[in-house]
């Protein structure tokens, strides 16, 4: 029985990457609407530049040859991750409504969902499948984005009175991401059956491609949690200045 093409195609060699542009209709279609969407419903401008450059972002994640080559490299999908989760998400993030009103719990929440679904989609069985199942490898994508925005609403835009648990918040998502990134970095064997036949013609052996994944999960990550912390901070410095001025 043949198995099925992976949604993104076929593993693509060096020569005809530049050329393989995913442009499923459906896809444009959709991004298209959530994106207009999304501007249209905004009335300050700022937030409106927020939400443009998050939609193309991760449209850029979705669309571009990567798409392609992330069925190749398996550093290729960490790569569609990181830009959707660590760039798109958080653009798409600061153009939402400010979270009030809600219940202390739901920042905690949608970081143990964030959490789970990050481990849940790089363990090598969940992994694989994205590659047979098209509505697969849609879960995961959405599933992380969604988890994505809703973490990072709550980062950049809490209450200056949330700002402890912000932090708290913000470390443990880094030191959590940043040890998904030191295992599949340290791994001794390949962990993912599907990249042991697709890496070779991108002169990488199939651990050296593990390895340069979990580095790429492992660093960036790490290093915009700390820029978000440090934001937080600033502005738990600035607000007691605000309210001795006025």
């Not at 490299?73 to 660590?86: D, E, N």
Request: net charge positive; with cysteine; glycine share 6%.
């Amino acid at each position: 029985m043949l198995q099925p093409l992976p949604y993104c195609g076929s593993p693509p060699d060096p020569g005809e990457l530049l050329h393989r542009f995913n442009l499923d209709p459906r896809l444009m279609a959709a991004l298209l609407l959530l994106s207009v969407a999304h501007i249209a419903w905004l009335a300050r401008p700022g937030t409106r530049r927020y939400a443009a450059m998050g939609w193309t972002v991760t449209a850029f994640a979705l669309m571009s040859p990567l798409c392609a080559l992330s069925v190749a490299l398996f550093s290729a999908r960490i790569a569609q991750h990181m830009l959707l989760i660590l760039v798109g998400a958080p653009l798409v993030a600061l153009a939402l409504p400010s979270p009030r009103g809600e219940s202390p719990r739901l920042p905690w929440i949608y970081a143990g969902v964030f959490f789970v679904l990050l481990w849940f989609w790089h363990m090598p069985a969940p992994y694989d499948a994205t590659f047979a199942s098209t509505p697969v490898y849609w879960a995961m994508h959405i599933s992380l984005f969604a988890s994505a925005v809703l973490l990072w609403r709550e980062l950049l835009q809490h209450r200056v009175d949330g700002t402890v648990e912000a932090l708290a918040i913000g470390a443990v998502t880094s030191m959590q991401m940043g040890l998904l990134g030191a295992v599949l970095a340290l791994a001794s064997h390949p962990l993912f059956s599907w990249h042991l036949t697709t890496t070779a013609a991108w002169h990488l052996t199939t651990l050296q491609d593990q390895q340069l994944g979990g580095t790429i999960m492992w660093v960036p990550g790490v290093a915009l949690f700390l820029w978000a912390a440090m934001r937080s901070v600033s502005r738990l410095v600035v607000s007691p200045r605000k309210a001795t001025r006025a």
